[in-house]
């Protein structure tokens, strides 16, 4: 075998073990806990907005550890780093299965998002951005796909599990399936393609700085306010409409259905979100993110549209919406990310990502209570299906703005 074909297949290698690592830590730690809403909150007697506040408190950690985090990305063995983030994850997520208390949940949930910090989606789009400088958008899709298809794998598992047996046993296995995908990347990942003496995809040793150096400039360099202010905005308006996606079993049964069908609305969703992070990827490689996340936020908007009016005897409908409204996710993960490296590049990526991710997981934080909480107060989701629509709207405002800056900042 050529020396350019076993580079090019240690590159697909770093690709198959950062989708692991999204399969993880968000198809399972993050996209799969909307199934069991239903059941702890019955358990512990307690309102489901009760409960999804240990899941806000868990995104809110995820959201104050990722500028630590990228500050020791570039300094901390990389084994170390992610093997930190995977073992405190699966622990607090283990441990849940003993919870018989509120506050037992939230400081598990929050511990738990101080873990996924550390091998979510900074450190897997840092990783593609230094290994695939070609078709970088097709990569940071299909491993941000892999989020998709783990929640659509182990949503209906976990549900299955909780009714079967009970939901301390899905906390259980959630914890094991979570340790199994993430722990490949523990021993195939190296930040730089340099560091085992290769080239980018795409590129040569010579076209990117050292690591040192480049933490260096990272640190110096300014970022452009007006264009983050812009990014940050988009992130925590944009992540704020993926929270009605946990609420898919609630909605179901609200329409009449069952909540096993609303489990199946999961799958579909997250099926939706495989399909359009791949389609993201390649429309950004070909037509640029702005384009591409364009396509994505009118194709959810018109599933919520559908979704306010959801015939309760039809559940093909359902799951057809289902896999639409699934769009939102592709520009919540790969989309906010391509975004951030067409404003920025990549050079000072992972600096202007660390504040952009503060901000995204905080506005998913906070959807995630207060559609509970909308939930509980109306008895319905006509109020946050609405209140998403029009925050879509203000979304597209928000991409042609930065379109526009990005036009005038570089001139293309």
Same mark, same amino acid.
């Given at each position: 075998?050529?020396?350019?074909?076993?580079?090019n297949?240690?590159?697909?290698?770093?690709?198959?073990?950062c989708?692991?690592?999204?399969?993880?830590?968000?198809?399972?730690?993050?996209?799969?806990?909307?199934v069991?809403?239903?059941?702890?909150s019955?358990?512990?007697?307690?309102?489901?907005?009760?409960?999804?506040?240990?899941v806000?408190?868990?995104?809110?950690?995820?959201?104050?550890?990722?500028?630590v985090?990228?500050?020791?990305?570039?300094?901390?063995p990389?084994?170390?780093?992610?093997? @930190?983030?995977?073992?405190?994850?699966?622990?607090?997520?283990?441990?849940?299965?003993?919870? #018989?208390?509120?506050?037992?949940?939230?400081?598990l949930g929050?511990?738990?998002?101080?873990?996924?910090? @550390?091998?979510?989606?900074?450190?897997?789009?840092?990783?593609?951005?230094?290994?695939?400088?070609?078709?970088?958008?097709?990569a940071?899709?299909?491993?941000?796909? $892999?989020?998709?298809?783990?929640?659509?794998? $182990?949503?209906p598992?976990?549900?299955?599990?909780?009714?079967?047996?009970?939901?301390?046993?899905?906390?259980?296995?959630?914890?094991? @399936?979570?340790?199994?995908?993430?722990?490949?990347?523990?021993?195939?990942l190296r930040?730089?393609?340099?560091?085992i003496?290769?080239?980018?995809?795409?590129?040569?040793?010579v #076209?990117?700085?050292?690591?040192?150096?480049?933490?260096?400039?990272?640190?110096?360099?300014?970022?452009?306010?007006?264009?983050?202010?812009?990014?940050?905005?988009?992130?925590?308006?944009?992540?704020?409409?993926?929270?009605?996606?946990?609420?898919?079993?609630?909605?179901?049964?609200?329409a009449?259905?069952?909540?096993?069908?609303?489990?199946?609305?999961v799958?579909?969703?997250?099926?939706?979100?495989?399909?359009?992070?791949?389609?993201?990827?390649?429309?950004? #490689?070909?037509?640029?993110p702005?384009?591409?996340?364009?396509?994505?936020?009118?194709t959810?908007?018109?599933?919520?549209?559908?979704?306010?009016?959801?015939?309760?005897?039809?559940?093909?409908?359902?799951?057809?919406?289902?896999f639409?409204y699934?769009?939102?996710?592709?520009?919540?993960?790969?989309?906010?990310?391509?975004?951030?490296?067409?404003?920025?590049?990549?050079?000072?990526?992972?600096?202007?990502?660390?504040?952009?991710?503060? $901000?995204?997981?905080?506005?998913s934080?906070?959807?995630?209570?207060?559609v509970g909480?909308?939930? #509980?107060?109306?008895?319905?989701?006509?109020?946050?299906?609405?209140?998403?629509?029009?925050?879509?709207?203000?979304?597209l405002?928000?991409? @042609?703005?930065?379109?526009?800056?990005?036009?005038?900042?570089?001139?293309?």
């Amino acid at each position: 075998m050529s020396s350019a074909k076993k580079s090019n297949r240690r590159h697909w290698l770093i690709l198959v073990a950062c989708c692991g690592l999204t399969a993880s830590a968000i198809g399972v730690f993050t996209n799969s806990l909307g199934v069991f809403y239903t059941a702890v909150s019955e358990s512990l007697g307690v309102g489901r907005g009760a409960i999804a506040m240990h899941v806000t408190l868990s995104t809110l950690a995820t959201a104050a550890l990722t500028p630590v985090a990228a500050k020791l990305l570039y300094k901390a063995p990389l084994r170390l780093y992610l093997g @930190f983030g995977i073992a405190v994850s699966c622990t607090t997520t283990a441990l849940m299965s003993f919870a #018989d208390s509120l506050w037992q949940f939230y400081v598990l949930g929050t511990l738990r998002g101080v873990g996924i910090a @550390f091998f979510s989606i900074l450190p897997v789009t840092a990783v593609i951005s230094n290994w695939f400088h070609k078709r970088n958008g097709l990569a940071v899709g299909i491993s941000l796909s $892999f989020s998709g298809l783990s929640g659509a794998i $182990f949503s209906p598992l976990f549900t299955w599990i909780i009714e079967a047996w009970s939901w301390q046993s899905a906390y259980l296995c959630m914890a094991g @399936f979570g340790f199994l995908l993430a722990l490949p990347a523990v021993f195939l990942l190296r930040l730089t393609p340099e560091e085992i003496g290769l080239a980018p995809y795409g590129g040569s040793p010579v #076209d990117r700085s050292a690591p040192a150096a480049q933490v260096g400039s990272q640190e110096k360099a300014k970022l452009y306010l007006p264009a983050l202010a812009l990014v940050c905005l988009f992130s925590i308006l944009l992540t704020s409409v993926t929270a009605l996606g946990q609420h898919f079993p609630s909605l179901a049964v609200a329409a009449g259905m069952t909540a096993q069908v609303g489990a199946m609305m999961v799958s579909a969703g997250m099926v939706g979100n495989i399909v359009s992070k791949l389609i993201i990827g390649v429309l950004s #490689d070909h037509k640029g993110p702005f384009f591409a996340c364009t396509c994505m936020i009118v194709t959810n908007a018109l599933a919520l549209g559908v979704l306010l009016n959801l015939p309760g005897g039809m559940p093909a409908i359902a799951l057809g919406t289902a896999f639409f409204y699934g769009a939102v996710y592709s520009v919540g993960a790969a989309g906010i990310s391509l975004l951030t490296r067409g404003m920025f590049g990549a050079e000072q990526y992972t600096s202007a990502y660390s504040i952009v991710s503060l $901000f995204s997981n905080s506005g998913s934080a906070f959807a995630l209570t207060l559609v509970g909480l909308v939930y #509980d107060l109306t008895g319905g989701y006509t109020v946050a299906l609405i209140g998403g629509i029009a925050i879509q709207a203000a979304n597209l405002a928000l991409l @042609f703005c930065m379109a526009r800056m990005r036009k005038r900042r570089v001139g293309y």
